[in-house]
């Protein structure tokens, strides 16, 4: 090939080549080539590439600029590759020698070359400059005014997504790169930094030559008024690649981590390892929950293919060494800010969570140098008042960090102590290893010893404890003492799509956190009933997706509603046949295609996952009114009257008197005047009411604690929280009528106020209510251990404490393994046998009988004898009295006796072998229905969107 061209004469001083490469790109090439040679400023030379095209290419190449000015390679040649065989054949550039590199899908617009080059006289340091891309199709949209990158290799391009153009970003400005598709680089430097690397043939390859022309001393700018138009049908995939074997988003992220570790120096580039290895994989597994299974083997193999070649990685950098350390400090000015990272993978979780799926985009951080004069005109400053205002004028956050406040003032009681613990709630001793011994282990010494299932909830605990650094009382005390600000937001935010209006979802968020059951399970220690309180919100929102929701978004809400409702069940096993006879009812009445099919899978899955355990339960029905923790009398209120649970009131300690929730039930009883809506005010009243009658049949059950010690009335909390959301519903759809009345004004205006008087006076009257009271109930910040300290040093293994206290009903007696029990060992079943055993020899020796009960004890490692608090005296002398047994301490708060005679240690069976192999299944259980629960993947709209304000050729062409 031969090209004799010779020089525009206008520009004497600027001699420009123009390299067009073609790779099955006919629908954009003509318009491409007629707009390249349409430059005001024409080019010296004209050089096309045709890449093994099969769709015409190479002849429209060759009918625009001739055969002689056309070079024919083969199919899977890169673009870099192209470019050098093109500048090899032309020979050493001489002069002022440009270089004009086009996509054939870029356009420049006419004057795009003129004003480059008028750029280029500006700044003699300036080796390569891009125009602004804007988008083939929509020509309003921006796509790049110059690209950074941050040290992950995160493409940033400083735009919104789908920004327009209006000029915003006007002027020409130090960029740390710009697209190949329009790039005007000099020869000379081209040749100096030794051009686009072919081990690059797609993606990446211009930020690594810009970086390299940077690296060496030069200027990199993009010009604003220099404008091209760009299809990006490689990365869109609306073409086949070719030139790599590779996905196009793997080849894309594998030559990202590439040029940034060839690039990076060596101090900067051992961080990027650390951040990289670790960013990685968890991209992989984020991309794995939000059921992208090819993204995350792209990921995972792109990370592999550059760690796992480090020879080569050794010889890219060899060749890039020079100037590589003087250069950094231009390049890290350009490179993203390291908390921009972190930002954005924030957004993507909040997206994902919000359920928009997990979006793998490029970034919108500003890629262009920021002006010097940024911190003094404000922008900065502007930028972060902006993000203040739009999270601190949110009403969701509002409301949350107002409950918040309310929650520490009436809490003021019980934070800060040493040790949480009172009413049912053990106290909380112990770290995230302890639940998470306690609940692999098949067998526990736990009482007397007992091979049977922990309650899954431990689980729960440990992972989130786990999360929390370790710290069991951080865990329990975010979940127990912060349930009504959490139980706030997930409120607010579940009633989304239910609920018409921000504020209206407020008080109805706010009513519902505060509500009675809130505060009296934060008062009597109810760790299950406050985990339910929070997670209920969540299940309506689920429940009605599945019935109302498309097919596939219902499905997914289905597997949501088991894995929630499996954790709930773990707390307090009674909300899973509430929600099943609702669930099943709400499928009678809503006889959509798929929504039985769905139903049956919300809640095979909590069957599934608990399964051992939940025949534990279902073998003795009555801990179906249970919850984790202690069941005890003084808990519960036994004369609770039915007017009582009607407003919503579960009795026992913390509750506020029953006018504060009359303001809740005159709204609800408003809502049945109102013509609209009929439907789901019949819905909302008939949840409401079943809950009101569950929870009038759970206060008058009497049900006996796990082992069978305590026997009281069960706590009617959950079904009143049931009770509590269809009332909510209801109250808050007259929220619309409400607002056309007081538009009418007159009386009805005046009716409008008195029902928001009334509605509002229920969260502000038990905020006031719960401030002004604190929190009364049996639950304390510091209480004191179970097992005495005296008891528990002087125990060794595996002695065990026998530990008496007097009720009411009688005495009662625990058997403890040398100290105070962590979170859920209370609530493990021991066997009915050595039970018996142990309580007659209790009562023996309190009523004074002989050695016989002494030797009961020893015979299951009974090493000490502990009375709490009050000591009656009568019981303090039968135990002196025993000759076997000997007393190490005595007063009106505690007493401590110790058995004399040789006492048999217990010992551990061999473990259960089908006991880990369940536990194993149940993790994979778990996993797996949290990947299809999670949502899932959806495209960029930056790749698939079609404008519909497009002229109708060009929308045609986007649709094709």
């Given amino acids: 090939m031969s090209i004799t061209d010779p020089p525009h004469p206008q520009r004497p001083h600027h001699t420009v080549t123009a390299i067009v490469v073609s790779h099955d790109g006919s629908r954009w090439l003509r318009e491409t080539l007629e707009a390249l040679l349409r430059q005001t400023r024409p080019v010296d030379r004209v050089v096309g590439v045709d890449n093994g095209s099969r769709d015409g290419s190479a002849a429209l ?76 199709l929509d020509r309003r949209l921006l796509l790049e005014v110059g690209v950074t990158v941050d040290r992950t290799g995160r493409r940033d391009t400083g735009l919104e997504a789908r920004e327009f153009d209006q000029g915003q970003y006007d002027g020409t400005r130090d960029v740390l790169s710009v697209s190949t598709a329009g790039m005007l680089i000099r020869r000379d430097v081209w040749d100096e930094v030794g051009g686009l690397d072919p081990a690059l043939p797609l993606f990446r390859d211009d930020l690594d030559l810009c970086w390299r022309v940077r690296n060496a001393g030069y200027r990199v700018q993009n010009v604003t008024r220099a404008i091209a138009w760009h299809a990006e049908a490689a990365t869109r995939r609306r073409r086949r690649i070719t030139a790599s074997g590779d996905h196009p988003r793997r080849l894309d992220r594998r030559n990202a981590l590439f040029v940034v570790m060839a690039n990076l120096p060596l101090r900067q580039l051992l961080w990027a390892l650390v951040r990289n290895a670790v960013g990685s994989l968890l991209r992989t597994v984020l991309f794995l929950v939000a059921k992208q299974p090819a993204n995350a083997l792209d990921e995972f193999l792109a990370f592999g293919s550059v760690f796992g070649h480090p020879i080569r990685m050794i010889k890219a950098r060899r060749a890039r060494a020079k100037g590589r350390g003087q250069g950094y400090a231009a390049v890290s000015r350009l490179l993203t800010p390291p908390g921009a990272g972190y930002r954005r993978l924030v957004g993507r979780v909040q997206n994902y969570l919000a ?36 999270v601190f004028g949110n009403p969701g956050v509002l409301l949350f960090l107002a409950l918040a406040l309310v929650t520490l003032v009436a809490e003021r009681a019980v934070t800060g102590g040493a040790r949480l613990g009172g009413g049912a709630l053990v106290p909380v001793i112990g770290g995230a290893s302890d639940l998470w011994e306690l609940y692999r282990a098949s067998y526990h010494q736990v009482g007397l010893g007992t091979d049977a299932w922990v309650p899954p909830y431990v689980a729960v605990l440990a992972v989130l404890s786990t999360v ?16 009504v600000p959490l139980a706030g937001i997930s409120a607010y935010a579940a009633t989304r799509s239910m609920i018409p209006g921000r504020w209206t979802r407020v008080w109805l968020a706010s009513s519902y956190a505060l509500l009675p059951v809130a505060t009296g399970a934060v008062a009597a220690g109810r760790l299950g009933t406050a985990v339910v309180f929070v997670l209920l919100p969540v299940y309506a929102a689920l429940a009605t997706t599945v019935l109302t929701g498309e097919r596939r978004r219902a499905r997914r809400a289905a597997w949501g509603l088991g894995l929630l409702l499996a954790v709930g069940t773990a707390f307090a096993p009674l909300v899973y046949p509430l929600t099943a006879i ?64 009607l407003l919503l009131s579960p009795g026992g300690p913390g509750m506020p ?24 005010i019949a819905v909302g009243w008939g949840v409401a009411l079943f809950g009101v009658l569950v929870a009038i049949l759970v206060s008058r059950t009497t049900v006996t604690s796990i082992n069978g010690d305590v026997e009281a009335p069960a706590w009617p909390g959950v079904p009143l929280a049931f009770a509590a959301t269809g009332m909510l519903v209801v109250a808050a759809l007259t929220a619309d009528r409400v607002v056309e009345f007081r538009a009418a004004g007159g009386l009805r205006r005046v009716a409008a106020f008195g029902v928001v008087l009334v509605a509002f006076s229920t969260p502000l009257l038990a905020a006031g209510m719960w401030i002004a009271k604190g929190v009364d109930g049996p639950l304390r910040g510091t209480v004191r251990d179970v097992v005495p300290a005296l008891a528990a040093d002087n125990s060794a293994g595996g002695e065990r404490t026998l530990v008496l206290r007097a009720s009411p009903g009688g005495l009662l007696f625990t058997v403890l393994r040398g100290r105070t029990p962590v979170v859920g060992e209370a609530d493990i079943p021991v066997p009915d046998g050595p039970r018996e055993l142990v309580r007659v020899a209790a009562a023996g020796l309190v009523s004074g009988r002989g050695g016989d009960d002494a030797r009961v004890l020893a015979a299951h490692g009974v090493r000490f004898v502990v009375v709490t608090a009050p000591v009656d005296p009568e019981i303090s002398h039968a135990l002196d009295s025993q000759p076997s047994l000997a007393r190490m301490s005595l007063s009106r708060s505690v007493g401590i006796w110790r058995l004399t005679q040789p006492i048999a240690l217990p010992a551990t069976p061999p473990g259960d072998p089908w006991h880990g192999r369940w536990l194993w299944a149940q993790a994979v259980l778990v996993l797996v229905v949290s990947v299809l629960a999670a949502p899932g993947s959806r495209t960029d709209p930056d790749e698939t969107a079609v404008p519909q304000d497009l002229p109708e050729p060009r929308r045609e062409l986007a649709a094709r």
């Fill in 61 to 136: 190449l060759t009918e625009a600029l001739g055969s002689r000015a056309v070079l024919t390679l083969p199919r899977s040649t890169g673009f870099g590759e192209a470019v050098t065989e093109v500048l090899d054949r032309l020979g050493p550039g001489g002069g002022r020698e440009w270089i004009w590199l086009l996509h054939d899908d870029s356009a420049p617009d006419v004057h795009a070359l003129r004003l480059l080059l008028e750029a280029a006289d500006e700044d003699p340091k300036a080796a390569v400059l891009g125009p602004k891309l804007r988008d083939w």
């Fill in 582 to 645: 609702l669930g099943a009812l709400a499928a009678l009445a809503f006889p959509r295609r798929g929504v039985a099919v769905s139903m049956l899978v919300a809640f095979a899955v909590p069957v599934a996952l608990l399964f051992p355990w939940l025949a534990q339960v279902v073998a003795d029905p009555g801990q179906l009114l249970l919850e984790a923790g202690l069941h005890q009398p003084a808990l519960v209120d036994p004369a609770l009257p039915a007017g009582s649970l």
């Fill in 468 to 483: 929390l650094f370790g710290k069991t009382w951080l865990a329990v005390s975010l979940l127990l003492l912060g349930c």
């Fill in 657 to 680: 008197p029953l006018w504060v929730t009359g303001g809740l039930l005159a709204a609800c009883l408003a809502a049945l005047l109102m013509r609209r809506n009929r439907m789901v």
């Fill in 355 to 390: 359920g928009g799926g997990f979006v793998e985009s490029e970034g919108r951080h500003h890629a262009m140098a920021a002006s010097p004069h940024a911190q003094e005109d404000g922008e900065e400053l502007l930028t972060d008042a902006g993000v203040t205002q739009r």
